[in-house]
T-cell receptor, first 115, second 114 residues
Framework: EPEVTQTPSHQVTQMGQEVILRCVPI?????FYWYRQILGQKVEFLVS????????KSEIFDDQFSVERPDGSNFTLKIRSTKLEDSAMYFC?????????????FGSGTQLSVL | AQSVAQPEDQVNVAEGNPLTVKCTYS??????LFWYVQYPNRGLQFLLK??????LVKGSYGFEAEFNKSQTSFHLKKPSALVSDSALYFC????????????FGDGTTLTVKP
């Protein structure tokens, strides 16, 4: 089965630093998503992206966050100035379509630790 | 607003026995319901979904789930558990057609003992 790949698997950064989390969605997919999972808590939707723009975002996705599809294959999440509370597992996902008829494919995540 | 409750943090079953992982939901419109499984160091994998139609939904790896509108439940079931089913299971609900904006439950850790 096709896979979404995420790099790095672990990222450690100092508070206030910028981080970029990278994702390679499945090649023919058109919809892209970021989620986060703080340790011991539920998976939370951050943002969805389609046609080179954000289609929906949650309250968590404030001005510190941005997403980009810089080329035809990568989908990145940037946190401009990391805070301690940004420490979490970040999952990327993609789907061929937006409707609930489509299946979401998730990456294995990037564990971000902010010190 | 939409929400999902998975009342059990942990479910333990013996291999070969039936398993049930519980999920209840709250949503203002029609519910779109999903189950995902997360193995250690892996991303979430889609198991099955309910959109419309038959209340009993069959999914991957022999899992099924029953949609019960009156009880607002979508419990995950399997007739005969395998040790390899041991993982973290998430129920999710969406109240619109955007599956990506689902609300996830807290997760239930399933342990199947030989």
């Amino acid at each position: 089965e096709p896979e979404v790949t995420q790099t790095p698997s672990h990222q450690v950064t100092q508070m206030g630093q910028e981080v970029i989390l990278r994702c390679v969605p499945i090649s023919n997919h058109l919809y892209f998503y970021w989620y986060r999972q703080i340790l011991g808590q539920k998976v939370e939707f951050l943002v969805s992206f389609y046609n080179n723009e954000i289609s929906e975002k949650s309250e968590i996705f404030d001005d510190q966050f941005s997403v980009e599809r810089p080329d035809g294959s990568n989908f990145t999440l940037k946190i401009r100035s990391t805070k301690l509370e940004d420490s979490a597992m970040y999952f990327c996902a993609s789907s061929a379509g937006q409707t609930t008829n489509e299946k979401l494919f998730f990456g294995s995540g990037t564990q971000l630790s902010v010190l | 607003a939409q929400s999902v409750a998975q009342p059990e943090d942990q479910v333990n079953v013996a291999e070969g026995n039936p398993l049930t992982v519980k999920c209840t939901y709250s949503v203002s419109g029609n519910p779109y319901l999903f189950w995902y499984v997360q193995y250690p160091n892996r991303g979430l994998q889609f198991l099955l979904k309910y959109i419309t139609g038959d209340n009993l939904v069959k999914g991957s790896y022999g899992f099924e789930a029953e949609f019960n509108k009156s009880q607002t439940s979508f419990h995950l079931k399997k007739p005969s558990a395998l040790v390899s089913d041991s993982a973290l299971y998430f129920c999710a609900v969406s109240d619109n057609t955007n599956a990506g904006k689902s609300t996830f439950g807290d997760g239930t850790t399933l342990t199947v003992k030989p």
